[in-house]
């Protein structure tokens, strides 16, 4: 038995939880940009302006500021700088690069409803694709499961810049949940003769799931009503998540193109009472800005992608100013690896050259899709006592192909001066192959 001691505890040791790597600092000097031109994302352009990156936060703004004893200073005179970019719907790290079976984590499946499954369960932070990322100003992204169920699953809140999942996670978010109405969940279950093979059967298997969740919430409520308790409180895993979202804990994010799947899924979300914070894609969408605005739902969506299925045929490229004139929070978004979120400021670029006005374009990847992700408080402007989640631009970000110089993630400076330092966390041997998913 003895010889059998050293394999039980190599076992042991094998499956243990992992270490938490110190690699990304927590404690660095603090950077000051002077004389820089402020695209603050508030609707406010502020020139000739100097910005104190320090703690992890923006710690001043204004002119001629002193700079701390240990602070790093670069002149930023002619360059604009930006809020870091926000991309709400992202799939890095669970489909991977190199598109290959092994990375593609993204959808569980094996059955329509899988409220309990995490993003953060499958997510690779040495995914190629999230250096590339980093270095075309996305700081900040929302990692959803896929859309082959009707019920995805839930959702994953990271930073673009650390050597493992904890060193990325945000700290202390919201809950998010993903769900998808329409054709592809029709499509996966219908090729498993499994319901839902039409949009009655989604119907169905969405309120069957609330109706059970509805119960137990109900008895979990008569339960801590009680004076005297007898048992356990009742509970179960696999609907948590959802008497969650009746309970208002969760932010429901619902890829969603056409008008009728918006009605159902507005008339199931009334007849449960649970909110949607935005519905994704969103390509019909600018037909009916007036349901939207009055459910207070926002829209996630493409500045011009049309055409690659029936979804999508009603597109236009007018829609965003469209939604926003009907007041109706937009956001610009990847859906990477769909469009290679390396150029999500391009969507921006895009919307503008088709009349969405310079700053609120600019909104459109910055606040409003920090808004929607229930971190509009914490980031998404240039504003004192936000997160030093920063761009600086050559240029104008919104002419064609324009990429950052630097980019800075909670104050670290990630890429610049011919650096990229997420690409050190790069798995070695992992070529970039950025390839369209099944999540359009």
Avoid at 60 to 74: N, T
Avoid at 285 to 307: N, Q
Wanted: with cysteine; hydrophobic share 40%; proline share 7%.
């Amino acid at each position: 038995m003895r010889s059998l001691v050293p394999y039980l505890l190599l076992l042991n040791w094998l499956f243990l939880p992992a270490p938490s790597f110190a690699d990304v600092p927590r404690a660095h000097p603090p950077t000051l940009l002077r004389d820089a031109t402020l695209w603050t994302a508030t609707g406010q352009v502020l020139e000739k302006t100097d910005l104190l990156l320090q703690n992890g936060q923006i710690q001043a703004i204004g002119e001629h500021l002193a700079a701390p004893p240990d602070a790093r200073v670069i002149d930023a005179t002619g360059k604009i700088v930006t809020p870091g970019l926000v991309d709400m719907h992202s799939h890095l790290g669970v489909y991977a690069a190199p598109s290959a079976k092994a990375h593609q984590d993204g959808n569980e499946m094996t059955s329509p409803t899988t409220p309990a499954v995490r993003a953060l369960d499958a997510f690779d932070p040495e995914d190629p694709a999230i250096a590339r990322t980093v270095a075309g100003g996305v700081t900040t992204a929302l990692i959803l499961p896929g859309s082959g169920n009707v019920v995805g699953g839930q959702a994953f809140y990271v930073n673009l810049y650390g050597k493992t999942v904890a060193d990325m996670a945000i700290q202390n978010p919201p809950r998010a949940m993903k769900w998808a109405m329409g054709e592809n969940p029709k499509r996966v279950y219908a090729a498993k003769g499994v319901l839902p093979m039409s949009r009655m059967g989604h119907g169905w298997v969405l309120r069957k799931m609330l109706f059970d969740a509805k119960d137990l919430r109900d008895s979990q409520d008569r339960f801590d009503k009680e004076t005297t308790h007898t048992g356990q409180r009742p509970f179960r895993a696999e609907l948590e998540p959802i008497v969650a979202l009746l309970r208002g804990e969760v932010l429901l994010q619902v890829h969603c193109y056409e008008v009728h799947d918006i009605e159902t899924l507005v008339r199931i979300s009334r007849e449960f009472g649970f909110k949607i914070a935005a519905i994704h894609h969103a390509l019909e969408a600018w037909k009916v800005p007036e349901i939207l605005k009055t459910e207070g739902i926002g829209v996630a969506t493409f500045s011009d992608l049309w055409g690659f299925k029936m979804e999508a045929y009603d597109a236009s490229v007018h829609g965003p100013q469209v939604l926003t004139d009907g007041g109706v929070t937009v956001a610009l978004k990847s859906d990477h690896p769909v469009l290679d979120s390396k150029w999500l400021i391009n969507e921006a670029a895009k919307a503008h050259h088709y009349g969405v006005p310079e700053q609120t374009a600019l909104q459109m990847v910055t606040r409003n899709p920090a808004r929607l992700i229930g971190l509009g408080e914490r980031l998404g402007t240039l504003e004192v006592g936000k997160e030093a989640d920063v761009a600086v631009w050559p240029g104008n970000p919104l002419r064609v192909g324009a990429q950052p110089e630097r980019v800075f993630v909670r104050g670290v400076q990630v890429v610049g001066d011919g650096a990229n330092a997420q690409a050190a966390y790069s798995g070695t041997g992992k070529a970039i192959g950025i390839s369209h998913g099944c999540d359009e």
